[in-house]
Structure formats: C-alpha cells, structure tokens
C-alpha cells in the first residue's frame, strides 16, 4: 500500500505522539500546524529542545530545577527566603503552583516522585537522604509536606512522618490542608477529599 504522507511528515507526528497525553490525532494536528508555519518557527523549536537537557539541572541542595550556570536553587539562595521552613515536594514543576500563591516564604525539597511498589519506586529512589541532612544542616524548624492528595502521596506523608519520628529530628511536621475544591458539590467529591474535609473540620 501507497504512502499517504511524506516519511519526513510522517516521522514528526510519530515523535510528538511519543509526548504524555498527546494522542495520534493530537500529534497530526501539531505536525500540521508546524509545517504550516514558518521555518523559523520550527527551527525556534527544535532548538530549545536540543539546548534543554544542556541548559537545565537539578539543584544539589533542593532538586528544583536551575539553569546549568547556577550553583544553587536561587529560591535556596536568596536571603530573603526562610532556610528553616521547608516545603517537600513531589516534582520540581510542584513548586511553581505554590509560587503562584505569593503566600510562602520558605524553601523547598523536591523528593523526586512518590513511594509507589506497582511502579517500582521505593523511598531509596528518592531524595530522602538528602532532606533529613537539610533539616540538621540549615536547622530547620518546618517541613510542610506538599505530597499529592493521591494514595502514593499519602503513603510518602506517613513514611516521612515515622522516619524523621523515629530519627529523633525536632522539628514541626505540618501537611497542607485539604478539602473539597470550591464549586464543587458534595455528592461529586472523591472521598480522599472528604476524608481530609473531615478531619480539618473547624468552629463556626
């Protein structure tokens, strides 16, 4: 049977369909699109995509994500942000969303995913190592564990929890609240959100 598209069309929408969530049709489209386009805007794009694994690295302290220029996590580095409380986070994009707040001044762990055996991850695949010598090293007073409201990020919270327990550590463990999103009725929550609804009831 015949071709129906040029091989070079073809091995476009065969690597984009390779991207989370993008699907045959989705990729069809996008190679489209950039055909469509200028050659610039191609170019433009294939560039920033070959200079990403160059121009991007994991914080040694954090894990965030830095430019590869930097030392440290600027978040870490900057003065005006509180060493001793510590926001432990699930994936470096995590950090953004609480960013967006403006509400925290403090910094940040990324633990690199979530405890989950189905997928083959333990907690020594993690940077939990690392977060226990941050809280001696920079003294910390907080850890506010900002895992997932998800089984695998519930599981993380308690792990962490006993270990730094039983480690001894003095320092305060605070878990982000949890209930059920504004707009949504109650007959459509899922029950890890009424379950943290319940437990952070409060007076009227």
Not at 30 to 59: M, N, P, Q, W
Request: aromatic share 4%; net charge negative; proline share 4%.
């Amino acid at each position: 049977m015949a071709q129906l598209l040029p091989s070079a069309l073809v091995a476009a929408i065969d690597e984009l369909g390779k991207l989370p969530g993008v699907g045959a049709r989705t990729a069809e489209r996008y190679a489209s699109f950039l055909l469509r386009a200028d050659e610039h805007t191609s170019a433009t794009l294939a560039k920033a995509i070959v200079e990403l694994h160059k121009g991007v690295k994991s914080c040694p302290v954090t894990f965030a994500l830095i430019d590869a220029a930097d030392d440290v996590s600027n978040l870490y580095s900057d003065p005006e942000r509180n060493k001793k409380m510590v926001a432990v986070v699930e994936e470096p994009l995590d950090i953004i969303a609480l960013e967006r707040t403006g509400q925290f001044n403090g910094t940040y762990h990324v633990l690199g995913g979530a405890i989950s055996p189905i997928d083959g991850i333990g907690p020594e695949q993690l940077h939990i190592p690392e977060l226990i010598k941050r809280i001696t090293d920079d003294a910390v007073e907080e850890l506010i564990i900002a895992t997932n409201a998800s089984v695998e990020g519930e599981s993380t919270a308690l792990f962490l929890q006993r270990l730094i327990r039983d480690a001894g550590l003095e320092v305060k463990m605070t878990r982000l609240a949890r209930g059920i999103p504004v707009g949504v009725d109650l007959e459509y929550a899922d029950q890890i959100s009424l379950t943290h609804a319940l437990e952070g009831r409060r007076d009227l």
